[in-house]
């Protein structure tokens, strides 16, 4: 006797199978419509879900968790980084019929991702804002370990086979170092992010890489950290006004900095166009505000957070089918878009 699948269903639906599961399970909020077109293709195919499948998902709460970084006095919901990943990972949840749970970290402890699934708050899990430490990596073993599913976002951690969506900072950071070169450019500073992210190492590799294709090495003197803050652009200001007649262009690893740089040089007495060239990272609204207008490495923020929100949905229905998923190690392509504030040193 034929069976049809979950998947027949879904495919006759018009709906992943995470989607069939909550409608015929009766999990979370889904649209009137979404629940007539998956019943209907159940009927027609004869589809009947398992009884340990039923059981299963009737545990679920219906909540998609999203682990914020702890940052204090930040406002996280502000920030183009964080509100353009949310947006995508909400609209995503959303037209999946789930709610989104948002967690903070704690600042004195690593996460405890396990204890999240084991109170049922949540059935899956997208984290932002990991870091390479060891509490850190040892409480996402232990998640992948349970096989709860979850997903990282813009973070890698090396040998570790977890889902993880990416822009491919390499390439992006390559391209804005390659521009300054291009421009005549020699002694470029950069200010790059903590050590412990990977897109910070990564950034630093496309520099690099960018450097030696014309035969230049890493000077450690133009090499700066800040922590992604405005403020923190601003205090590197600080730190370069003593190297500034050394240092012909300035790369940062996001647009907060690069404005608070442009915004700290210019309160130190360096007028608007004695300015060093400067390109940003992410190219966010107001990379175009600011005078002069930035130029900056696009990231598609947006299309990370839906692409993680769609990894941890299909993640949740092939749990419930009991179908193994491997590791999905997702790079998104990044664009430089250039502006006045890398004007060619011959301008």
Known sequence: MYIASRKEVAELAGVSEATVSRVLNNVGPIKEETKERVLAAALKLGYTPSSLAQSFARRRSGNLGVVMPYLPKARLFSTYYFSEILSGIGSKAREEGYDLLMLFRNAEAPMDYNELFKMRKIDACIVLGAKEEPGELASLRRLKEEDHPFCLINQHFAGEAFHEVDADHVEGSWQAAKHLLEQGFKRIAFLNG?????????????????????????????????????KSGIIAAKEMLPLLNEIDAIMAANDRMAIGLQQGLQELGIPRDRLPAIVGYDDSEAAELTTPALSSVRVPFYELGELAAAQIIELLGNNLAEVPTPAVQIKLPTELVIRASSKSINT
């Not at 897109?199 to 922590?227: C, I, M, P, Q």
Request: negative net charge; without cysteine; charged residues 25%.
């Open 194 to 230: 903590p050590e412990s992210y990977s897109n910070s190492r990564d950034r630093l590799t496309g520099y690099t890489r960018a450097l030696a294709e014309v035969n230049l090495s890493v000077d450690s003197s133009l090499l700066f950290e800040g922590n992604f803050s405005r």
